[in-house]
């Protein structure tokens, strides 16, 4: 392989790299936001910016293809005409050290592209998918912000018929009167997980910003366990009950199973 066609290869791997991924991430984001499948990842509020922001990386990513190939590696070349002696030492000093630090960043760089553009290309390839029921489980009963503050006057005297699973999960978890919930209509979504005793959990998946920081909520819900399977989502109508111990439970009067929603969690 002759030096020009090594350097013209080293230029499109730089340029894949940075402008190529970057297109790709920008691309699927739009292609996400058009189809309503980017709230599979993010909350909902932020989908406009992250449009915004995959417009703005395309248009630079085009503009930036309009420069000569390697012109982005020529950049300081020129800095270093006043300091010759300088260099010429530096290179008979180091010289023994620098072709394994060159080595050692080039299987750096390859190993990084490669992983990279593998992660990139599946998000290309793949599916969108919502969270597994697995993750929510694990993730089950974890102290987090999900249930801090929830026997809060502002939430006290909330009207609980907007209540969705996650802030039922917080009166549920925190709440110190749970007689003033007791005979709550609910109507609720979600999908069927283990529960202690003989009922079952109706659980949702909570996000913030995306979908790193989802939460599992989850409420007890009077169900025989054989009737639906782990991960089957339903449509739960009854009434919220409060036991002789004062915990609250869902005591059911219809339980319908449904397809999972195109927007399978909660905010």
Sequence with gaps: MSEQTATRARALATRWLGV???????????????????????????????????????????????????????????????????????????????????????????????????????????????????LAMSRAGEQSALFAGSDSVALGVADTSTFGVGDWASVFAASTNTSAYDGAP?????????????????????????????????????VDPDDYPTGQWVEVTGTVRADSNGKLHIEPTDVVAIDEPGDPYEY
């Design 20 to 134: 190529g991924l970057a297109a790709v991430i920008a691309v699927v984001t739009l292609g996400l936001g058009v189809t309503d499948r980017l709230t599979l990842y993010i909350s909902p509020e932020t989908v406009w910016f992250a449009c915004a922001a995959a417009v703005v990386t395309l248009a630079g990513a085009i503009w930036s293809c309009t420069l000569p190939l390697g012109e982005e590696g020529d950049h300081g070349h020129d800095h270093g005409h006043g300091h010759g002696t300088e260099a010429s030492d530096d290179t008979e000093s180091g010289s023994s050290a620098t072709p394994p630090r060159r080595s050692l960043a080039g299987v750096g760089a390859v190993t990084g592209g490669v992983i990279a553009s593998g992660v990139v290309l599946a998000a290309l390839v793949l599916p969108p998918a919502s969270l597994s029921v697995e």
């Design 186 to 222: 609910v109507t609720l979504t979600g999908f069927v997980t283990p529960g202690s005793g003989d009922g079952v959990n109706l659980t949702r998946l909570v996000i913030t910003h995306c979908v790193i920081d989802a939460q599992t909520a989850a409420l007890p819900v009077t």
